[in-house]
């Protein structure tokens, strides 16, 4: 090597070390660029899946602190968490509130969403004595968050973006900035004198922002349902998740165990989440939502909630340039004229019941309720006066009830003197007894229809009561709430029964026991087995412990329903029966031609049969008999 190549060498390390030196970054500099690289780090550590719960690992790994970053720091990190969406990732939550006569709704733009709301007609029922405000929607677990695809980064919630509010008198209007005048907005107009919230989202530029195989963005909506009511066994069996597909009747979750429903990609109308009185629905308006799949899960009296309704709502997505899809938001009480009005069977919701009991508390119980509703102020009036009225209706048929029993009362002299006759021989006593009903025009089964007249009415009262807001907060005597039990006083835990005593409920017990000991001292119970007789008893004190904890406005009614038919019986007995009178008829139908009944006489050939069979086997007895002692 030459001379000048080693001098060109050298001035060549030269210059580098010099470069070296001129560019050598200080102690500070090179403390932020660790900061930048741990948080690009972070961001790209793999991500826990959406509604999936985190394994020991991904629990460990902690969050990157971006509010300790420096301001170049931040946007790389929540570029890399949020992707478009890096402007709304950070922010200070705030609140906002919309307001009339019947609701106050507190929204927050952490999430654009509600954070709750009060009903201000309403407060809870947990006890008598603590009533405290009504509030929905005010569980922290709770979610209602759009989850967006977005192309690199992955799934990304609403609910962690920070949106912009834009506040008017009656309307709030929330902006998450996706950069470049794209943006994801919702706006929430509260409607006055109503329950009810005007919701239209909108996607602007976020066509070929996202991921290009979403046709649709899902709305996680996740309820964690309050406990609201005393009873907490009856308010959980009537709360549940209701949905209508767009082509078919509503339909729901299971109301007594976990359940989903799948709307197998159908469209989707409305989603309700149903408290026992109350309930939060999202309608649609212009078009359907793409899709729906709903889960319910029951939780215990121990839990502080009563169940967790889990929707995952599809939301029809085209991948243009600007979308809007206008919904209809309600939040109020189960009020069946309220509901019917927006003409999408939304109050199918209450559950009065689906079968034929439940079209006789639609369209006859509930329209006599409001009728008489609107004349007297007081629910428990209008009970008793409901009871009168159908009483009345039922008494030509219950006049037949208790003509028959005195018919039957007349015969029981003529039916005691028989049986003593044939006092050792239960089928002689039979045929003489079905013999005498024949001769004497007397039918002993003419005393059930009116029972199964009322049958409908009681099965379908048994599901109005719980499911009427209308006796909700609505007192009577020492009821302090017709929508359930009135606990009159406090007891010991006992099985089936409970820690309490229904007044309402004792009352009927004890009423029934006495109306039916009036109702059989006529009655023949010889040719029963005694048991049949105390059973009569028995079952009012049975079902003591089905009705003491349920709404004290059906107990009330089967109350009042014994002392109105307590009355009837002594004045139809005593003063319009004459029973002179029904004695010539017995005698005037015994000297009457019989003509046998095709089924009569079937009976009578099987119980002859009988007999013989029975001489039969009593003759080979004494045969047998005879034989041994020889």
């Known amino acids: 090597m030459d001379k000048n190549n080693v001098i060109g060498l050298i001035l060549i390390f030269m210059c580098l070390m010099a470069y070296t030196f001129l560019n050598q970054k200080s102690p500070e500099e090179i403390a932020e660029l660790k900061r930048v690289q741990d948080s690009i780090n972070l ?26 970053l420096s301001d170049s720091a931040k946007q790389v990190a929540l570029g890399s968490k949020f992707g478009i969406f890096a402007a709304a990732g950070a922010g200070t939550e705030e609140e906002h509130v919309l307001e009339n006569s019947l609701m106050k709704v507190t929204f927050t733009n952490k999430g654009g969403k509600i954070k709750e709301v009060e009903l201000k007609q309403y407060h809870k029922m947990l006890t008598d004595s603590a009533k405290t405000v009504l509030k929905l929607f005010e569980d ?36 998450a900035d996706a950069g470049g005048g794209r943006y994801f907005e919702q706006k929430y107009t509260l409607n006055p004198e109503n329950y009810e919230l005007d919701y239209d989202i909108q996607f602007v530029g976020l066509g070929g922002a996202l991921a290009s195989d979403a046709n649709s963005i ?17 308010e959980r069996i009537y709360s549940s998740t ?9 339909s729901y979750c299971s109301c007594t165990s976990d359940g989903e429903q799948d709307a197998d990609n159908e469209p989707v109308s409305w989603i309700s989440n149903s408290n026992q009185f109350f309930n939060a629905s999202l309608m649609t308006e212009d078009k359907p939502f793409a899709s729906a799949f709903m889960t319910t899960k029951m939780l215990t009296d121990k839990d502080d ?29 189960n009020e069946y004229e309220r509901l019917a009005l927006y003409e999408n069977e939304l109050q199918e919701i209450i ?37 009168f009225l159908l009483k009345l209706v039922l008494y030509p048929f219950y006049y037949k009830m208790l003509y028959s029993q005195s018919k039957m009362a007349a015969l029981k002299p003529r039916l005691t003197k028989m049986k003593e006759k044939f006092k050792d021989d239960q089928q002689a006593q039979q045929m003489e007894s079905m013999k005498m009903y024949r001769e004497y025009g007397v039918n002993p089964m003419g005393g059930c229809l009116p029972i199964f007249m009322q049958m409908p009415i009681w099965i379908a009262l048994y599901r109005f009561f719980p499911a009427s807001i209308e006796f909700r907060q609505q007192s009577f005597l020492w009821a302090p709430d017709l929508s359930t039990y009135d606990a009159f006083f406090n007891i010991p835990e006992i099985p089936m029964i409970g820690s309490h005593i229904s007044l309402f409920t004792l009352l009927w017990a004890a009423t029934t026991v006495l109306y039916t000991y009036y109702n ?15 059973m009569q008893y028995l079952m009012p004190i049975m079902f003591m412990g089905f009705f003491n904890s349920y709404a004290s406005g059906l107990t009330a009614y089967l109350f009042f329903s014994n002392l109105i038919n307590i009355g009837q019986t002594l004045i139809t007995k005593k003063f319009i029966i004459d029973h002179d009178k029904i004695k010539l008829e017995l005698e005037e139908n015994k000297k009457k031609p019989k003509k046998k009944s095709g089924f009569a006489q079937r009976m009578q050939d099987m119980m002859e049969e009988q007999k013989k069979k029975q001489a039969q086997i009593e003759a080979q007895a004494k045969a047998k008999k005879k034989k041994k002692k020889k």
């Open 43 to 68: 961001a790209e550590q793999p991500k826990v899946e959406l509604d999936q719960p985190a394994d020991a690992s991904t629990a460990q790994v902690p969050a990157p602190n971006i509010t300790e």
């Open 140 to 175: 922290q677990k709770n979610k209602f968050d759009y989850i967006f695809p977005v192309a690199g980064v992955g799934k990304i919630r609403s609910g962690d973006l920070y949106f912009n509010a834009t506040k008017n008198s009656n309307s709030v209007t929330f902006r």
């Open 218 to 234: 899902e709305l996680h909506w996740v309820n964690n349902l309050d406990k609201l009511e005393r009873s907490t066994y009856y």
């Open 242 to 250: 209701y949905f209508k597909p767009a082509d078919d009747d509503p």
């Open 305 to 333: 909630d009563l169940k967790i309704l889990d929707s995952k709502i599809q939301i029809p997505f085209g991948q243009t340039a600007s979308e809007a899809f206008n919904m209809k938001m309600y939040i109020g009480p």
């Open 351 to 387: 559950p009065f019941g689906r079968s034929f009991f439940g079209t006789i508390n639609r369209w006859i119980i509930r329209p006599l309720f409001m009728t008489l509703k609107g004349y007297i102020g007081n629910m428990g009036i209008v009970i008793l006066v409901l009871t």
């Open 520 to 534: 059989t001292k006529h009655m023949d119970f010889s040719g029963q087995p005694a048991a049949m007789k105390y």
